[in-house]
């Protein structure tokens, strides 16, 4: 699937990051900037090492060939602690989302959408 602020027909594979990012800037803006472009420059990082992320979890592809060529060591402390953060906001930003919704959701339980009746005007009369 091609990323929304990519090129068209190309996928960057950080498509999730940003719909979240867009989504965030939506609820909170300019909350968490900074640590969102963090998050989208290592996903896409990662996506360009891994594109199909087949390498880390295979030493060939389906063709024989080594899985990450001219890659003789990972330090998986550091991929761990990165991915652990990366995750770690996502999940923050999951619960932000949730709770914007639970709180959109009862607001228009409690007050309508906000979506007038074009016919109506602003009191709710004909």
Known sequence: MACIRCPPKRDCGTRGV???HKLLSE???ND????LREIDRLIGEFS???P???AFRYPEDKKGNASLPGITHINLRNVREVMS???NMLTGASCLVEEH???K???EAEYGSDEADPGEDWRGEW
């Open 18 to 20: 940003h719909i979240c």
């Open 27 to 29: 609820i909170a803006p």
């Open 32 to 35: 968490s900037v900074e640590e």
């Open 48 to 50: 360009a090492v891994d």
């Open 52 to 54: 199909s992320s087949m």
């Open 85 to 87: 953060g990366i995750g």
């Open 101 to 103: 919704l639970s709180i």
């Open 105 to 107: 959701g009862k607001m």
